[in-house]
C-alpha cells in the first residue's frame, strides 16, 4: 500500500518561514510528476508547485520568487521551502505524487494535509 505523509506545517509570522516534506511510502516501482496544493477555508483546493521526475519546477503565480520545490528521488520525497510568508498563503497544503505501484498500476495519490497559519 502506498502512503505519502507529510510534515513540517505550522504557525509562522509575515515574512517568515517553513519547510514542508513529504514522504513516500510502500510498494513503488517509480514516480512521475510530485507536487503541492493548497485549500484555504471557503476556496477550492489549487496548484502550488509541482515537480517532474527530471527535477524540472512550476509555480503558481501567487507563489513564483518565494517558494522552491526540489525531491530526492533516492528517498521518494518532496520538499516545499516557503519563504517571505504572507497571511494568504495560510491553508491547509497536500502533497501529491503520481506513482506506479509494484504491479505497475499507475495512480495519484494523496497526502493527509498539513495546516500552514501565517499570523501575527
Known amino acids: 500500500q502506498v502512503r505519502l505523509v507529510e510534515s513540517g506545517g505550522g504557525l509562522v509570522q509575515p515574512e517568515g518561514s517553513l519547510r514542508l516534506s513529504c514522504a513516500a511510502s510502500?510498494?513503488?516501482?517509480?514516480?512521475?510528476?510530485m507536487g503541492w496544493y493548497r485549500q484555504a477555508p471557503g476556496k477550492q483546493r489549487e496548484l502550488v508547485a509541482i515537480?517532474?521526475?527530471?527535477?524540472?519546477?512550476n509555480y503558481a503565480e501567487s507563489v513564483k520568487g518565494r517558494f522552491t520545490i526540489s525531491r530526492d528521488n533516492a528517498k521518494n520525497t518532496v520538499y516545499l521551502q516557503m519563504n517571505s510568508l504572507k497571511p494568504s498563503d495560510t491553508a491547509v497544503y497536500y502533497c501529491?505524487?503520481?506513482?506506479?505501484?509494484?504491479?505497475?498500476?499507475?495512480?495519484?495519490?494523496w497526502g493527509q494535509g498539513t495546516q500552514v497559519t501565517v499570523s501575527l
Open positions: 501529491n505524487a503520481y506513482i506506479i505501484d509494484s504491479d505497475y498500476e499507475r495512480s495519484d495519490y
Open positions: 510502500g510498494s513503488i516501482s517509480g514516480i512521475y510528476a
Open positions: 515537480i517532474t521526475s527530471g527535477g524540472s519546477p
